[in-house]
């Protein structure tokens, strides 16, 4: 009997477990609230009342009227911001691949010991420190056509002079030229924690089986640097896609609209012509594409991890 | 002769026939004096005292004398006054949403009437500053209206009739040019169009990096700088008197043939993506002999510390066009916010910041031409100022040819940035013609838009 009291009161307790655990977890599913409403008013709100602002024509100063999917089918058809889409990309990817590349070789070169590295790894990650608008203003002296020290150095070597961002062919490989000199250094950092996170015996194996340093890295460095080279990716693609002060500051997306990225356009609409209704139809295609891209690169990501 | 020596001479002559006269006609005109010293006493500038506002300025000379000085203004009135000067661009963008949000944090507000006058005016931002003129309780005697140039008042005046700004500073183009370099090739200031290209021509040396002349090339920027060509044309204007955009007629076109060929011949290569600050920097070096550009960079220019040419620098109106002779003006003003609970102490600072030893101050200071026109008669101020009497004839003539270098339109960013992208591809070697009927077509129904909104 009492062992059968027993079975019940057990029964009755993991019975009740279940219910208990739904109550705990309602008495404390308040303490989500505050969280709850700092993701719905800095996130959820915002987002929601920008896709209702596409969808009116709504200019500051001005009425608010509704014109349904009328902003997005103006953007289809806008050269302008369709040209601005092509620049973005193109601006992008030279902003990644160049500054990936030359990073890689800095940490590598900054990996080996050599006299003087401390001073030489601080001397080299200086220009990211330094603040963009300060750092822009100062290229524009330098990118002057007559009077900027770039084209002076350049004649000191016998190189003809360049229009630099001054021309409509050249301003964006210059534009990037700036980027890359400001933001290569935080490849660099990223990838040169990960080559000191290596493992040593991988080397040593492969040094006894006779690889050469090509195959080494070929085999070893690159498998094993991969994780960091997709981190520093994603961050790098981030930052180019967003790249807003430095092509402001010195070209204002000019000459014509040769530099005019997806964000400059954006700019412009928003806060030169008050056309905020369609100002936030680019918003919300440009949310679109960075979704494709980054789930592009999470796709890959993974694809790195499962190899 | 010491003043007791000349007193003692007075008295030994007696009291004359003449004396009486004139000490008659004196008592005659003394109680309009009395009146008006009267008014001047009785006029009560510290009625706000106490009161604080906030003044929301663009950055620039003009601005930076107001703040230096704005100690004279709150000892006068026991007004706090807290002022700040955003770079230009900011701080339209700045104002308008604060405008937009119904609660700005500013009481008086710098406005730059050829980007945001109508829209200013649209919104009602301002308040009518008329009813404030009206009123002799808060309108100092020696306010004196009527010293404001009537382009300057015109400017300030909205379509409605409504005055909802009191006028700064009115801009004017002019053109600066190298004495040195046209000495040197025996040539004379142009008076026209023509004679400018020809003398750009023949000054150009691009094996000396020195060129004829050097403007604006830059999108949105460049458009000031077609319209000082525009409105040497029968046309004159953007639009027609149905307001309705003409920028693609035979006279917009010759204007960008102009533009197109002093930029593109006559102008250092990488014009296209100058703005003022690097033509600015290449005339300042002795590169260029010609620069069209507003009155506020002569003292820039005229500064030893920093310029290669002080002391060289010519100043001409703008050469006359095929049919007129005209220059383009701009200006700024001040509004006071409608939703101003201050309106009162903002109006007394109006008047201070308006007034006639400011815009003075503006004048011999090189910081640019005043709206009033009492600042130019003044010879003693001009004869001690470090700028040659040919700059003030320069801004005196200018003033009476200059008309509005900008369609007073809502959407004028986007119109000087659309037609500014057109006159930028010209630079390029791009078909005038073309471009300008491309930019007037991709513009012409956003103004139409604008219209019937407004």
Redesign the interface.
């Known amino acids: 009997m009492a062992g059968s009291t027993a079975t019940m009161e057990q029964q009755a307790t993991v019975g009740a477990t279940p219910r208990r655990r739904h109550n705990y977890a309602r008495r404390y599913w308040w303490f989500v609230v505050p969280c709850g409403a700092v993701v719905l008013g800095t996130i959820v709100f915002p987002w929601a009342f920008t896709l209702y602002m596409s969808l009116h024509d709504f200019?500051?100063?001005?009425?608010r009227e509704w014109v349904g999917h009328a902003n997005y089918v103006k953007l289809v058809t806008d050269e302008r911001f369709l040209y601005s889409i092509l620049r973005t990309l193109y601006f992008t990817a030279l902003s990644v691949v160049i500054p990936m590349v030359l990073g890689l070789l800095a940490a590598l070169a900054f990996h080996r010991k050599f006299p003087l590295r401390g001073l030489a790894r601080t001397v080299f990650i200086l220009p990211m420190m330094a603040t963009p608008v300060a750092v822009a203003l100062v290229w524009t002296m330098m990118f002057?056509?007559?009077?900027g020290v770039l084209n002076w150095l350049l004649q000191q070597v016998g190189l003809p002079?360049s229009?630099?961002?001054?021309?409509?062919d050249t301003?964006i490989p210059t534009l990037v030229m700036v980027e890359v000199w400001h933001w290569t250094p935080l490849v660099m950092l990223i990838l040169l924690g990960g080559l000191a996170s290596l493992p040593l015996d991988p080397y040593e194996a492969a040094k006894i089986d006779g690889a050469s340093a090509w195959q080494a890295f070929r085999h070893i460095t690159l498998p094993l640097l991969a994780p960091f080279l997709v981190v520093a990716l994603i961050i790098r693609t981030i930052d180019a896609l967003k790249a807003f002060d430095t092509i402001y500051v010195i070209?204002?997306?000019?000459?014509?609209?040769a530099s005019e990225t997806i964000n400059i356009f954006l700019y412009?609409q928003a806060?030169?012509?008050?056309n905020l209704g369609y100002a936030s139809a680019v918003v919300v295609v440009f949310f679109a594409i960075i979704i494709l891209l980054a789930m592009v690169l999470l796709w890959t990501r993974a694809r790195v991890k499962d190899a | 002769m010491t003043r007791c020596e000349a007193e003692e001479t007075m008295m030994s002559r007696g009291f004359t026939r003449r004396t009486a006269l004139t000490a008659g006609a004196g008592l005659l005109a003394a109680p309009p004096l009395v009146r008006q010293a009267n008014a001047q006493s009785q006029f009560d500038w510290k009625r706000f005292s106490g009161e604080r506002i906030e003044v929301s300025l663009t950055a620039n000379p003009r601005s930076t004398i107001l703040i230096q000085n704005q100690r004279e203004f709150e000892d006068m009135t026991g007004i706090r006054v807290g002022a700040e000067q955003i770079p230009e661009?900011q701080h339209r963008?700045k104002f308008?949403?604060e405008?937009?949000s119904g609660r700005p944090s500013f009481d008086v507000v710098g406005i730059s009437l050829h980007v945001n006058k109508r829209?200013v005016g649209?919104?009602r931002?301002c308040t009518d500053i008329k009813a404030l003129m009206a009123d002799p309780t808060i309108t100092a005697p020696d306010f004196d209206f009527a010293d404001f140039g009537e382009g300057a008042v015109a400017y300030s005046t909205q379509a409605d009739g409504r005055m909802d700004t009191l006028p700064e500073f009115t801009d004017y183009f002019i053109l600066y040019y190298n004495k040195e370099l046209l000495a040197a090739k025996n040539i004379a200031p142009p008076a026209t169009f023509d004679e400018m290209y020809d003398s750009a021509r023949r000054l150009t040396e691009p094996s000396r990096?020195i060129y004829g002349n050097v403007g604006r090339?830059?999108?949105?920027a460049n458009v000031v700088l077609y319209s000082s060509f525009l409105l040497g044309t029968q046309q004159r204007d953007f639009l027609d008197g149905q307001r309705r955009l003409i920028s693609d007629s035979p006279d917009a076109i010759w204007a960008g043939e102009f533009y197109k060929k002093l930029l593109r011949d006559c102008s250092?290569?990488?014009?296209?993506?100058?703005n003022w600050n690097?033509s600015q920097?290449?005339f300042m070096?002795g590169?260029a002999a010609f620069w069209i550009d507003g009155v506020g960079f002569a003292a820039p220019l005229e500064d030893r510390t920093r310029s290669r040419v002080a002391g060289k620098v010519g100043y001409a109106v703008v050469p006359r066009g095929p049919a007129h002779h005209h220059c383009a003006m701009f200006g700024t003003a001040f509004g006071i916010a409608e939703q101003s609970r201050k309106k009162g102490a903002s109006w007394l600072y109006l008047q201070w910041a308006s007034g006639k030893a400011n815009q003075l101050r503006y004048l011999t200071s090189g910081a640019g031409s005043p709206a009033r026109t009492s600042a130019y008669r003044n010879e003693e101020a001009i004869s001690q100022s470090r700028f040659s009497r040919e700059f003030f004839n320069t801004l005196i003539e200018s003033a009476r040819i200059s008309r509005p270098g900008l369609p007073e339109i809502v959407?004028v960013?986007?119109f000087r940035?659309t037609l500014g992208?057109a006159l930028?591809?010209t630079?390029?070697g791009a078909d005038v013609a073309t471009e300008l009927r491309r930019a007037t077509e991709a513009f012409r129904p956003v103004l139409e838009q604008s219209e019937r909104?407004s």
Do not use: C
Request: zero cysteines; charged letters at 10%; proline letters at 11%.
């Open positions: 200019k500051l100063g001005g009425g002057h056509p007559q009077l002079p229009m630099w961002v001054y021309a409509p301003v070209t204002q997306g000019g000459p014509g609209t412009l806060f030169a012509y008050y | 661009q963008q308008a949403i405008f937009a829209q649209k919104a931002w990096q090339g830059l999108r949105n250092p290569p990488g014009v296209s993506g100058f690097e920097t290449t070096q590169r959407p960013t986007e940035d992208s930028t591809a630079i390029g909104e």
